[in-house]
């Protein structure tokens, strides 16, 4: 028995000894044997593995072996249990993602031998500020940059605990074009992060969707001159930030999601942005109306989406340009390409809109409640048309329907335009002389046949009806029961 118990107690010790690092004078894993290493395509997949720690250095010399280099395009430790990203060895490594792990700690230099690294993924992680410190991403001396990983280029730290960033987080990144921070509930973007992001000199993507931001500061955007996309997703905004001026070379901006009422007029409008064209407003729960002078600041816009948006039931004839000659005598018209005003609630849109509706490519105005009256007959036999030629998709015509009133609901504007419907005019005070037509003919009917019954009942009331019911005695004939005719000699009688 005691013989029995020793076994197990050496059978155990060894494995144990096989599990411990390499401080621990441990015998190395073969990697390729837990994860899948692909040598042709340089992939080596060690995703949803159960791992709960990155491999050391000797670790990865099988992988090294097995590849006869230390080359490795794409490296994938997605959605394991790892929680410390220690440091990596030199390797060739490209991309690199530990999305949706458990990271808490980013030890110091931990990337500092990729030095091909071009792209990073540490998103959906449990990152604090206290663990995105400067020297998390030092590299190798460089005479002119400061320590840098000089090829990262793509960096994501999005869906973290992140609530605000250190002014000097980003200073051995140099060439860092894209920026994921989206997911991070930070509420407000103090001067530290303000800072941050401002220092990064080549950024052209930023992307700060669902981080709950009221506004933006200044000095956000005042740094990164190159900026060309920038993602305001699903934060607080009650109006358009007038701080985005800033980013002067903007082509692409995303303000869906946002409780955003009323954009133009008297209310918030777009500032002058001379590159901007592409921008999309949909999704917005509470956006009701797109008022005058909306997008006059916007003279490159090209693409334009705004979908989706329940209350969005007015749009300005004005909105993309001022057309009044005293104040702007030369209207700048944006060279619009697509225009999608896809399931809203709008009912009415104006021809006056924009100037050449025939040269937009692509025009998307399904499901929306259409009022089939006159001041949209311009849409059946103008728009529409354009759409179906200009459209490769039969449904983006025929799906545009009346709404209302009762009488045209479910109408086709294609089918209308086919046959040259012309659609009336409503009321001044919005009555509806056409849903009359049923009391009308009730009424006519009701007098064709209450009369001739009247008359008859009148008739045969005074006929006593005609001896079917007995004799009715009128009321003379009461008066002459009484009546006794006076004798002759009577009357003579003195």
């Known amino acids: 028995m005691k013989l029995l118990w020793g076994i197990l107690v050496l059978f155990a010790t060894g494995k144990y000894v096989q599990g411990v690092d390499d401080n621990q004078t441990v015998v190395k894993q073969d990697i390729?044997?837990?994860?899948?290493?692909?040598?042709?395509?340089?992939?080596?997949?060690?995703?949803?593995?159960?791992?709960?720690?990155?491999?050391n250095v000797k670790d990865w010399d099988t992988v090294i072996s097995a590849n006869k280099?230390?080359?490795?395009?794409?490296?994938?430790?997605?959605?394991?249990?790892?929680?410390?990203?220690?440091?990596f060895p030199t390797l060739e490594i490209h991309t690199?993602?530990?999305?949706?792990?458990?990271?808490?700690?980013?030890?110091?230099?931990?990337?500092?031998?990729?030095?091909?690294?071009?792209?990073?993924?540490?998103?959906?992680?449990?990152?604090t500020h206290a663990a995105m410190q400067r020297d998390v991403f030092e590299g190798h001396y460089?005479?002119?940059?400061l320590e840098p990983l000089i090829n990262l280029k793509w960096l994501s730290l999005a869906g973290n605990d992140l609530h605000t960033l250190d002014p000097d987080l980003f200073d051995h990144l140099p060439n860092l074009e894209t920026l994921l921070l989206c997911h991070n509930q930070f509420a407000i973007m103090d001067a530290n992060s303000a800072g941050a992001i401002s220092s990064i000199p080549h950024l052209k993507v930023l992307d700060l969707s669902f981080m709950e931001l009221r506004k933006i500061p200044e000095t956000t955007l005042h740094g990164p001159r190159e900026l060309k996309v920038l993602n305001l997703t699903g934060n607080l905004f009650t109006e358009i930030?007038?701080?985005?001026?800033?980013?002067?070379?903007?082509?692409?901006?995303?303000m869906d999601d946002v409780p955003i009422v009323h954009i133009g007029g008297n209310y918030s409008r777009f500032p002058r942005l001379p590159k901007l064209e592409t921008l999309s407003l949909s999704f917005m729960s509470r956006l009701v109306s797109i008022e005058e002078g909306a997008f006059e600041n916007l003279p490159a816009l090209r693409h334009l989406s705004i979908r989706s948006n329940m209350h969005f039931?007015?749009?300005?004839?004005?909105?993309?340009?001022?057309?009044?000659?005293?104040?702007?005598?030369?209207?700048?018209?944006?060279?619009?390409?697509?225009?999608?005003?896809y399931n809203n609630n709008l009912s009415t849109i104006s021809e006056k809109l924009l100037e050449r509706w025939d040269d937009i490519e692509e025009i998307d105005i399904r499901y929306n409640p259409w009022k089939c009256a006159c001041e949209n007959q311009w849409m059946v036999d103008k728009l529409v048309p354009i759409i179906k030629?200009?459209?490769?998709?039969?449904?983006?015509?025929?799906?545009?329907?009346?709404?209302?009133?009762?009488?045209?609901?479910?109408?086709?504007?294609?089918?209308?335009?086919?046959?040259?419907?012309?659609?009336?005019?409503?009321?001044?005070?919005?009555r509806h002389p056409e849903r009359d037509g049923p009391i009308l003919v009730g009424v006519f009917i009701g007098l064709m046949v209450g009369i001739p019954v009247t008359m008859a009942a009148l008739f045969v009331y005074r006929r006593g009806c005609f001896g079917i019911f007995g004799y009715r005695p009128s009321?003379?004939?009461?008066?002459?029961?009484?009546?006794?005719?006076?004798?002759?000699?009577?009357?003579?009688?003195?």
């Open 241 to 254: 930030p007038d701080d985005i001026r800033l980013a002067r070379n903007l082509v692409e901006l995303v």
């Open 389 to 430: 030629n200009k459209s490769k998709n039969p449904s983006m015509s025929e799906d545009v329907k009346c709404d209302h009133p009762v009488e045209m609901k479910g109408r086709s504007f294609t089918d209308m335009s086919l046959k040259h419907v012309g659609m009336r005019c409503e009321d001044y005070y919005g």
């Open 32 to 55: 390729c044997q837990i994860c899948d290493c692909n040598v042709k395509e340089k992939f080596l997949n060690c995703a949803n593995e159960n791992l709960y720690k990155l491999f």
């Open 69 to 87: 280099s230390a080359a490795l395009a794409n490296v994938d430790f997605d959605n394991n249990g790892i929680e410390i990203v220690t440091q």
């Open 313 to 341: 039931s007015s749009i300005h004839p004005h909105a993309f340009a001022n057309p009044d000659v005293e104040l702007q005598p030369h209207v700048e018209w944006p060279p619009l390409q697509s225009l999608i005003l």
């Open 475 to 494: 009321p003379a004939d009461y008066g002459r029961a009484f009546y006794k005719r006076t004798e002759l000699r009577e009357n003579l009688h003195i």
């Open 96 to 127: 690199l993602s530990l999305r949706r792990n458990k990271i808490r700690k980013i030890e110091k230099r931990a990337f500092y031998n990729l030095t091909l690294l071009e792209k990073l993924d540490l998103s959906d992680n449990k990152l």
């Open 142 to 145: 460089n005479q002119q940059e």
